[in-house]
T-cell receptor, first 111, second 115 residues
Framework: GQQLNQSPQSMFIQEGEDVSMNCTSS?????WLWYKQDPGEGPVLLIA?????ELTSNGRLTAQFGITRKDSFLNISASIPSDVGIYFC???????????FGTGTRLQVFP | NAGVTQTPKFQVLKTGQSMTLQCAQD?????MSWYRQDPGMGLRLIHY???????DQGEVPNGYNVSRSTTEDFPLRLLSAAPSQTSVYFC??????????????FGEGSWLTVV
C-alpha cells in the first residue's frame, strides 16, 4: 500500500532541544495532518494544514504545508519529556477522507 | 479520541475463527473508516464508508468485511482469522467525506492477536 516517506525514523534528544521531522510524497495532497500517538492509544491530531505554503503553530509545535503539496514538516521547540511518542504525518487524498500515513518518527526525550 | 468507541480493546483468536470488531461514534459523522497498524508502519486503510449503506475498499481490504446499517456503527468482520491479521486496529470518523478542514477522530484501538 501507499505510504509517505517520513524521516527520521527515530530521534533521541535532550530535554530543551528543538526537533524537526518531515514527510515527502510522490502524490499531491489537499490536506496535511500531523498526529501524535502515545503507547496504547489512538493517534491524536496535533496540527492540520489546508493550503500550500501554509505555516501553522500550536504552542511549541509548528508545521508547514509544502509549496508543491507533496511535502510537510513539523518542528517542536524546547522539547519536554511529555513530547515522547510516535509522530505521524498523514496526507488527505483530494475529494476523500482517505488518509495516507507516514511510517512514523519515534521521539525519545532525555532529561 | 472524542466520541469514537471501539470494542474489544484486546482479543486473542485462533486461526480460522471469526470475530467482529465494533466501532461506534456519537457525533453523527458521515464518514467512518478502519485502519490497521503494524510494527514500524503507519496506519493503512482497510475499508471506509461515506454514509449509511455505502462502503468501499481501502488499501488492504482482503480478509475483512464491513457494513454500515446505521450512521453510528461501523463493524469490521474477520471471517476466518489468519496470523497475518495480528495487528492493532483503529476506527476513525469525521463529519463529511472529502471536505477540507474536517477533523478525523480516532478510537483508542483494538489489539488483535491470531495464534
Amino acid at each position: 500500500g501507499q505510504q509517505l516517506n517520513q524521516s527520521p525514523q527515530s530521534m533521541f534528544i535532550q530535554e530543551g532541544e528543538d526537533v524537526s521531522m518531515n514527510c515527502t510524497s510522490s502524490s499531491i495532497f489537499n490536506t496535511w495532518l500531523w498526529y501524535k500517538q502515545d503507547p496504547g492509544e489512538g493517534p491524536v491530531l496535533l496540527i492540520a494544514l489546508y493550503k500550500a505554503g501554509e505555516l501553522t503553530s500550536n504552542g511549541r509545535l509548528t508545521a508547514q504545508f509544502g509549496i508543491t503539496r507533496k511535502d510537510s514538516f513539523l518542528n517542536i521547540s524546547a522539547s519536554i519529556p511529555s513530547d515522547v511518542g510516535i509522530y505521524f504525518c498523514a496526507g488527505q487524498l483530494p475529494g476523500t477522507d482517505k488518509l495516507i500515513f507516514g511510517t512514523g518518527t519515534r521521539l525519545q526525550v532525555f532529561p | 479520541n472524542a466520541g469514537v468507541t471501539q470494542t474489544p480493546k484486546f482479543q486473542v483468536l485462533k486461526t480460522g475463527q471469526s470475530m467482529t470488531l465494533q466501532c461506534a461514534q456519537d457525533m453523527n459523522h458521515e464518514y467512518m473508516s478502519w485502519y490497521r497498524q503494524d510494527p514500524g508502519m503507519g496506519l493503512r486503510l482497510i475499508h471506509y464508508s461515506v454514509g449509511a449503506g455505502i462502503t468501499d475498499q481501502g488499501e488492504v481490504p482482503n480478509g475483512y468485511n464491513v457494513s454500515r446499517s446505521t450512521t453510528e456503527d461501523f463493524p469490521l468482520r474477520l471471517l476466518s482469522a489468519a496470523p497475518s491479521q495480528t495487528s492493532v486496529y483503529f476506527c476513525a470518523s469525521s463529519t463529511q467525506a472529502g471536505r477540507i478542514g474536517n477533523t478525523i477522530y480516532f478510537g483508542e484501538g483494538s489489539w488483535l492477536t491470531v495464534v
